[in-house]
């Protein structure tokens, strides 16, 4: 069975075991719809939950791609500056301590409700992991590469960019791959804290209404979207490092 | 290859940590000669090469480093390992002219051609090192080191990871191509110390011992029966020697 049927083989079986639970249990359904109520929701609501989509969507991205250039500056930063390796590890190390969800509400806060404050957290949830990947790797690339580039009379810089910036790339990817799981993760804590927009205000909004299969529905989409990015990344950072040893 | 073609001798001694490594070494490498250190592993060999190649080597050296012309080696010596050191996610050609790249020069596209070809990777000169076989990774290193063209080579161990036959086309190969360069060749073959070296040493125990090798010319045949005679006798010298 190919990887694909294997998906489906699986989101069958979950929506089975789901369906089976709302007969045998006779649960109410403004408490966990029905599958099929579910797809009706979405049928029904398509035009507003694709609309969210494409803010939730757009914040991701967004994010990925701030969060993931900020993470590779500081990573050549800490790997080519002693300063910048004592001064910066402390701040990292601390933010990380600090639950991303606790500066949610600051961040709306200083930053208002609109988009800026959900990039920022995105940001702020990928940005370690990138960082942390992409540092490990520059600091571990084989030593003998590093020898060969030394006999040939190189500068640090190109050593840098010619040698170990490929050779990280593989670890690189590792945490864009975790970037792509945790962005969406980052921009739905946003949306939740305050916001007008997104697929994380829809839930809370239907779930205020007791509209629980449009909740249901707006999660799906969420998860869906979430998979969806992680794929269309992993293939191309996959396309990107099959040289790379 | 234009520029002079330095000896180098270096004496003196190294250790760490109040562990000596070789002590009152002598040892002199002939200008335009192969000179080969050969010894068990684990003994220093590498250590001494590293040295020569100015890489960081984890050891205080006490000693001093001449050369015949007087011009310090660094930027004059290129080094060829036991691992091909090819970049896996470049092309054979940008291995080939990684050292103009990684000097901000840009790289002589003719000779670079003309180098790939020499080593017989003419076809293969666009496939990345992870699409050739492990004779053709070791021409490619090869390449790199001819296309670096400096007076002085190093080759630590580079044919140990190569079978038999593979490992004997790349010696000649190598003596065919890195002509009358300055070579120190890193070895725990006395084979290959005796075909290819115009002088042997043996390093064991912390001391450097020059034993005789054979007449030019070199690389010497494989089937010739002096070569199997100071083959066999070098191996006997390193069993009596190391118990």
Known sequence: ?245 | MTASVPSITVRGSAGHDGTMLFDGLEMHIGAGQWTCLLGPSGVGKSTLLRLLAGLDTHVDFNGTLETSDGIPLAGRVSYMAQSDLLLPWATICDNVGLGSRLRGEKPNLEKLTKVIADVGLGDHAEKRPGQLSGGQRQRAALARTLMEDTPVVLLDEPFSSLDARTSFDMQELVARHLGRRTILLVTHDPGEAVRLCHRIYILKQGRVDQVESLAPPFPRDFADPEVFARQSALMARIREDTG
């Open chain 1, 1 to 245: 069975m190919s990887g694909a049927r294997y998906i489906i083989a699986a989101l069958v079986a979950v929506a089975a075991i789901w369906e089976f639970a709302v007969i045998v249990t006779g649960v109410p359904r403004y408490i966990l719809p029905s599958v099929g109520d579910v797809m009706v929701a979405f049928v029904n609501n398509w035009s507003l939950i694709g609309e969210h989509l494409i803010v939730t969507l757009t914040e991701v991205v967004l994010g990925i791609v701030i969060g993931t250039c900020l993470g590779c500056v500081t990573a050549i930063q800490l790997e080519t500056s002693r300063a910048a390796r004592l001064f910066l590890r402390p701040i990292l190390i601390f933010s990380q301590a600090i639950p991303v969800f606790a500066l949610a509400p600051l961040l709306t806060l200083w930053l208002g409700y609109g988009m800026i404050s959900k990039v920022v957290m995105a940001i702020l949830i990928i940005y370690f992991p990138v960082t942390s990947s992409f540092y490990d790797g520059l600091v571990n690339t084989p030593k003998s590469y590093l020898d060969l580039a030394t006999t040939m009379g190189t500068t640090k810089w190109r050593q840098l960019f010619l040698i170990k910036v490929p050779a990280a790339a593989p670890s690189l990817f590792s945490g864009i791959r975790l970037a792509a799981v945790y962005a969406p993760i980052g921009a739905t804590i946003g949306e939740w804290v305050g916001s007008s927009q997104g697929l994380g205000y829809l839930m809370l909004l239907a779930s205020g209404r007791v509209k629980i299969d449009l909740m249901f529905a707006s999660l799906l989409t969420l998860g869906v979207m979430s998979m969806g990015l992680y794929a269309i990344i992993s293939v191309t950072l996959g396309r990107l490092s099959r040289f790379n040893g």
